[in-house]
């Protein structure tokens, strides 16, 4: 694809912490672009790095974090060289981001219509009252019934699933080219969570945006996504189209989570595991991140960090088994071998 | 041979709710409302539902951590409920609980082996001179290194938190164990061995466990029977094949539906749901689902249904809904 | 809400009638025949039982409670020994005086304590935070005599810009304001500060950021006014500091309050005029504590009836 399809384009992400003086690179060089009017996942476990870049996208970064360096750009535009004022306006206009928390997101002192018309009047000027009535038909948009009534409530007397939905009639209201969600439905029961997703596709499609999905759970990105990215401390260790991906996944790591995942509509005997922890950020190997975990690991492995190559159909992965280098043992098929090599 | 370890029956817990000038009981939350299942030695019993469905009240009452409102619990023949407190704490031997986050119930002063040591002189399970062998097997069952000893709950990771709470319902040899949702903050990497942990523990001691958990993904792999719970009601329960394959209740069948599969090239048809769970409070008359339910009729406004079999149901399969036949030959049709 | 503040205002009654038993019991169980004090030591046997009838100090302790609640309900706190006055009339002229020192102080405690705690917290990991508390931990730990001794020496004395005692006119004011004002203003800055901190990392602000809400309305528009709800109540809890410890002000600037009027009873032995000016300051107290609950409960609307 070419380059300005892409609505944001990260290239060499890196965003640091620094307690007591030490770096803490919670995101380390992370390279990634999201298409026009598509979804890209995120998916990792805690500790991944992946709610900070989406953090680090809106620059949203508080002390004592800091992006480092990388480059992150919109429609061609870098956004890091944005001073503060133009990221604000900017900010729930052109990228919007929804968050895992939706009891805890919004103000518990003002009301769900002064919520929503807040962003009208800083972005499109509008009156109290003109931001009032946008503010109704958003809710409604949203799937929130008596949205008249609603807007003078406050976010205490809303259930989780309808917070979610007022925080994503907030995030959509200015029309944003980039949803930024943020593991939008982690915290909601299965049934409203399959309301919130179905909700986020339909709008998608209605109004063209593309949609940054942070998550954990395969089964979400499975359902929305069109390229997922599997970060992995710090890291992308594979990037694909969501067919590809779980159809044949390249990386060690996405085999074991997903291998590792119990399945409401399989039967499965004993669950695959990863074994170990994920390291330490202060803590982190010299060579591959995932090796220490890996039943794969060979030499090289350990001692040097793969890149992410690109694969003949254009995904990427970044793991010694598809090099030229690879010195372990030949002919490995990471899906099968997956269990054997780990038992080792 | 299978024999029931724990039965209860007509279970209800209901909270009061103070309100007015004069702080009077102005209304009961239904958090259980009459609530009946058993649990058969050597088997895991998961409990499932969204949050506010009372599968954890449910999980405390047996304990009695809660003392339910009314109702019966069996466990090897004795009622727990006419149990004294202090027989109780005896009981307690052997009926222990995990809860989701450990750290929340283990002294974040006390090191493992305090934990742990506690835990036993409790129940006097063992002579003071046999427990330290007994804690070093404790932690090489739950896969902790005996260099883990001296350490602090903050010093461990959630699944490793995770596992010294396993050896502290272990340390006292219970036969029953509450496991309150007890993988559900764990990323799903370390969620996978702390299930395989548990599977394997029940082969090897041969215990028993009532599992709670919203995740069916995790139930699935880890139940022999299933029981799905729905403000505060029991309405479906049977075995495990019987309740993923062939489930008879809307409920049950939107709930599996409404998760997503991990496989983008089967996506499912879904049934839609409307709206959010209605409040315990004040829940809807008849089938408490007929608020949200695409098949529902007067019927299920005005009467209550009871669980049933029907005739392509096989085991101890039931479900609690008016219209099963209908739904499945057809004859209904959801409307939305 | 409505229900809330009825509430509310029930539970004060059997807060009031302690308060009135605590009195009564304190000034009847301390040592020292309360007759005896009024006639004089050299009185004969037969006057001090003539006081003891009059009074009623001869009824049974429970009798003698009644009568005075009854008497105290209607506005009536008894006579004054020293000076024959209703205690009622003397405790409520002084009482403005006291108020009025009280209310400048607590303005300028709530004015100087909130802008020193916002900028403190926006300012965090600053210079500015770090000087911002340590003054306010001077602030907290001066005894307000020895500020106001202070300040009467360099103001009063030495630099001549303000009187020396006094109270009434605008310069008159300023000293014993500040000297009485200056705890309270370092409580609340503090108090404020780790309430706007706390706040500031919640959710909903990183949610105000991302609407593009400018820094400065996310301070002042998202972050204060939750921020504000604990500090309220401190400035309720302030208000009754401020009461008690304008005693020590108003006498170390020869202010004529309640506070200097309490100990002057004291030293005099005059009971009526402490009982009464005690029960006054105590139903003070606890009206404003009712007061704070209410808005506390205004302010934040999520709080729980129980």
Redesign the interface.
């Known amino acids: 694809m070419s380059q300005n399809e892409n609505v944001l384009e990260i290239s060499d992400l890196r965003t640091s912490f620094f307690i007591e003086g030490d770096e803490i690179k919670a995101v380390d060089g992370v390279t990634i672009n999201v298409p026009k009017g598509k979804t890209v996942g995120v998916v990792g476990e805690s500790g991944s790095g992946k709610s900070i870049t989406s953090l680090s996208i809106m620059r949203l970064i508080q002390h004592p974090g800091e992006i480092v360096e990388g480059s992150i750009s919109m429609n061609g535009e870098d956004l890091l060289s944005k001073s503060e004022r133009q990221m604000q306006q900017l900010r729930g206009n052109q990228i919007s981001m929804i968050f895992q928390e939706p009891m805890t997101s919004l103000n518990p002192v003002y009301t769900v219509g002064e919520q929503i018309s807040e962003v009208y009047r800083i972005h499109q000027g509008l009156s109290k009252k003109e931001a009032l009535t946008k503010s109704v038909e958003m809710l409604e948009l949203v799937g929130i019934p008596s949205p008249k009534e609603r807007i003078k409530q406050y976010p205490h007397e809303l259930s989780g699933g309808m917070r979610q939905r007022v925080m994503i009639a907030i995030a959509l209201a200015c029309n944003p080219e980039l949803l930024i969600a943020d593991e939008p439905t982690t915290a909601l029961d299965v049934t409203i969570q399959a309301q919130i997703l179905e909700l986020i596709k339909k709008l998608q499609s209605q109004l063209g945006m593309s949609v940054f999905l942070i998550t954990h759970d395969l089964g979400v990105v499975a359902e929305t996504c069109d390229y997922v990215a599997v970060m992995y401390a710090g890291k992308i260790v594979e990037y694909a189209d969501v067919h590809s991906l779980f159809r044949s996944p390249k990386h060690p790591y996405t085999v074991g989570l997903m291998q590792s995942l119990p399945r409401h509509d399989i039967d499965q005997e004993e669950l695959n595991v990863i074994e170990g922890n994920v390291p330490k950020p202060g803590n982190m190997p010299d060579g591959c991140r995932f090796a220490p975990r890996c039943p794969f690991a060979s030499d090289i492995c350990e001692k040097r960090l793969p890149d992410l190559d690109e694969l003949e159909n254009g995904n990427k992965v970044r793991c010694w088994i598809y090099s030229d280098e690879w010195d372990g043992k030949a002919e490995v098929n990471v899906v099968d071998d997956y269990k054997t090599a780990g038992n080792q | 041979m299978t024999t029931k370890l724990l039965e209860i029956n007509n279970l209800k817990q209901y909270f009061p709710i103070?309100?007015?000038?004069?702080?009077r009981t102005v209304n009961h939350v239904k958090a259980v409302d009459d609530v009946s299942f058993y649990v058969n030695e050597g088997e895991t019993l998961s409990i499932v539902g969204?949050?506010g469905c009372g599968k954890s009240t449910t999980g405390r009452a047996v304990l009695r951590l809660d003392d339910p409102t009314s109702g019966e619990i069996t466990f090897q023949g004795d009622d727990l409920l006419a149990l004294n407190k202090q027989q109780m704490r005896r009981k307690r031997k052997d009926l222990q609980i995990i809860f989701q986050d450990p750290y929340a119930s283990i002294n974040p002063r006390q090191t493992v082996r305090q934990i742990l040591e506690e835990a036993m002189s409790i129940q006097k399970v063992l002579p003071k001179a046999e427990r330290m062998d007994k804690i070093m097997e404790l932690l090489d069952t739950v896969g902790l290194g005996s260099h883990q000893l001296d350490r602090f709950p903050h010093e461990f990771?959630g699944?490793?938190r995770q596992r010294i709470g396993i050896a502290r319902a272990l340390a006292v040899d219970p036969k029953f164990i509450v496991c309150d949702e007890s993988v559900s903050a764990l990323?799903?990497?370390?969620?996978?061995?702390v299930?395989?942990l548990l599977?394997q523990l029940q082969r090897d001691l041969n215990l028993t466990y009532l599992f709670i958990a919203?995740?069916?993904?995790?139930?699935?792999?880890?139940s022999d029977r299933v029981a799905v719970m729905y403000l505060g009601k029991i309405v479906e329960i049977g075995e495990k094949k019987e309740i993923?394959d062939n489930p008879k209740h809307p409920y049950t069948k939107?709930?599996?539906?409404?998760?997503?599969?991990?496989?983008?090239?089967?996506?499912?048809e879904?049934i839609?749901?409307k709206?959010?769970?209605p409040s315990p409070i004040d829940p809807p008359t008849g089938c408490r689902f007929h608020t949200r339910c695409p098949f529902a009729t007067e019927k299920c406004k005005n009467e209550v249904p009871e669980l049933r079999v029907t005739k392509d149901m096989t085991g101890t399969h039931q479900a609690a809904c008016h219209h099963i036949e209908e739904i499945e030959s057809g004859a209904k049709q959801p409307n939305y | 809400m409505f229900v809330f503040t009825i509430r509310r205002i029930l539970q004060t009654i059997p807060v009031l009638l302690g308060v009135t038993i605590l009195v009564f019991l304190m000034m009847h169980l301390v040592p020292g025949d309360a007759a005896q004090i009024i006639a004089g030591e050299a009185a004969s046997q037969q006057t001090i039982e003539q006081i003891r009838e009059r009074l009623g100090l001869n009824d049974p302790l429970p009798m003698q409670y009644f009568n005075f609640l009854l008497n105290a309900l209607q506005g009536d706190l008894g006579t004054s020994i020293q000076s024959g006055q209703e205690v009622t009339e003397e405790v409520f002229s002084r009482f403005w005086v006291t108020l009025e020192l009280a209310f400048y102080s607590m303005i300028l405690s709530v004015f100087i304590g909130l802008i020193a705690g916002i900028i403190s917290a926006v300012r965090h990991y600053t210079l500015t935070d770090a000087l911002t508390m340590i003054i306010a931990l001077f602030g907290l730990s001066m005894p307000n005599f020895w500020l106001g001794l202070m300040l009467m020496q360099w103001f009063a004395i030495e630099l001549k810009i303000f009187p020396v005692s006094g109270w009434g006119s605008p310069e008159q004011i300023v000293l014993p304001v500040i000297a009485l004002g200056t705890a309270g203003a370092a409580i609340i800055a503090r108090m404020t500060r780790s309430s706007m901190l706390e706040v500031i990392s919640q959710d909903y602000i990183r949610t105000a950021r991302a609407k593009g809400v400018k820094e400065r309305y996310v301070i002042y528009k998202h972050a204060l006014k939750n921020a504000l709800i604990p500090v309220v109540t401190v400035i309720g809890l302030e208000f009754g500091t401020l009461l008690t410890g304008a005693v020590l002000t108003e006498t170390v600037f020869s202010i004529n309050g309640l506070g200097r009027y309490i100990v002057e009873s004291i030293q005099a032995r005059d009971f009526p005029a402490v009982q009464g000016s005690v029960l006054v300051v105590a139903v003070i107290f606890i009206i404003v504590n009712l007061l704070v609950d209410i808005s506390y409960r205004f302010l934040n609307k999520r709080i729980d009836l129980n």
Do not use: C, M, T, Y
């Open positions: 103070k309100g007015g000038i004069f702080g969204e949050s990771s699944g490793q990323d799903v990497s370390i969620q996978a061995q299930l395989n599977k919203h995740d069916l993904g995790v139930v699935r792999h880890i993923f939107s709930l599996l539906s409404a998760i997503p599969v991990p496989d983008p090239s089967n996506q499912q879904r839609h749901l709206g959010d769970v």
